[in-house]
């Protein structure tokens, strides 16, 4: 990489991680991408920022194209892109932002992974210890699960949730998102059920088995081992959970995202409400979760076509 593009990507992934605040795993996919785009540009004999033009840019999105790349992938290479050309553009290295009028390909739109109503309970029933019983294991796998679907949280908020940000007086959640945002959730009255008795019965015997000098105090969900609870262990345990249930097709964390989403929106939730309680910085992410299943279309169909009976 030239000294000109070193330079100006070092600057840019800098404003992003520190001025910006954005995640650590965001700031390793816009290095990722700005450094595949440095690397075609440079491979065209261009080694200065100031040489690109729209064409440029125009033709590297034609390349990801032809090299097979998805139009979720393309599209979010671009978004890359102008980021990155619009920093160049504000620190006066550039006069003009070349990407600017160049447009993410149109690809279809792929709807997420949602369960019905009655299969999110039979995933919960699932794991629902019987009254008397006290293994901390199950207690945990319950609260965790309630929460996760009552809140719509990331797999990675809940690994990250602390004791004390749980009101369950209050019925409340912080949860801590991307880019280190924080927001504010309700919690159904299920979960705050669920992890009163997780909280008052499991938890402290998981925390007795820590075999580290010092016990994981603020952690709401721990490991076997006493520790806080990894993303790879709650993707397991949303897995084994969906086999109990006899839900065949493959489950993962943000199933239960989706889903809460995708109920709420059904139940009546405004999308503006749904973008809030998911933590998403645009309106445009969550309109994924007004599609319409096709049961809903075909009931509305035989109720509303004049010839449909």
């Not at 019965?201 to 007795?208: F, K, M, N, P």
């Not at 490991?223 to 086999?243: D, F, L, M, Y």
């Amino acid at each position: 990489m030239t000294d000109s593009f070193a330079r100006l990507t070092e600057q840019f992934l800098a404003h992003i991680g520190v001025e910006r605040g954005l995640a650590a795993a965001t700031v390793k996919a816009y290095e990722s991408d700005i450094a595949k785009y440095v690397d075609w540009l440079e491979s065209r004999g261009i080694e200065d920022p100031a040489a690109i033009g729209t064409q440029d840019v125009e033709d590297y999105i034609a390349a990801l194209d032809a090299a097979g790349e998805s139009a979720r992938s393309k599209a979010r290479r671009l978004a890359s892109l102008h980021e990155f050309h619009r920093f160049a553009l504000a620190q006066h290295v550039v006069s003009d932002d070349v990407s600017a009028s160049v447009k993410a390909p149109k690809g279809a739109s792929t709807l997420p992974d949602v369960l019905n109503v009655d299969e999110v309970a039979r995933l919960l029933d699932a794991v629902t210890p019987p009254e008397t019983a006290a293994d901390p294991i199950q207690l945990r796998d319950k609260a965790l699960l309630e929460f996760m679907y009552a809140t719509g949280c990331r797999v990675s908020e809940a690994a990250g949730a602390n004791l004390d940000d749980i009101d369950l007086d209050g019925h409340v959640a912080r949860l801590m998102g991307k880019g280190s945002k924080q927001r504010l959730v309700p919690i159904g009255g299920y979960a705050c059920e669920a992890l009163t008795r997780y909280l008052n019965i499991g938890r402290g015997e998981l925390e007795r088995r820590t075999t580290a000098k010092t016990p994981e105090r603020r952690a709401v969900f721990l490991n076997k081992r006493g520790r806080r609870i990894s993303r790879q262990s709650i993707w397991e345990i949303v897995r084994q959970a969906g086999e109990k249930a006899g839900i065949t097709r493959p489950l993962h964390p943000h199933t239960l995202r989706h889903s809460f989403a995708t109920h709420l929106i059904q139940g009546g939730a405004d999308v503006r409400t749904v973008q809030e309680l998911l933590g998403h910085a645009s309106v445009t992410t969550t309109q994924i979760y007004t599609h319409v299943s096709p049961e809903h279309l075909i009931e509305a169909y035989l109720m509303a076509h004049p010839r449909a009976k």
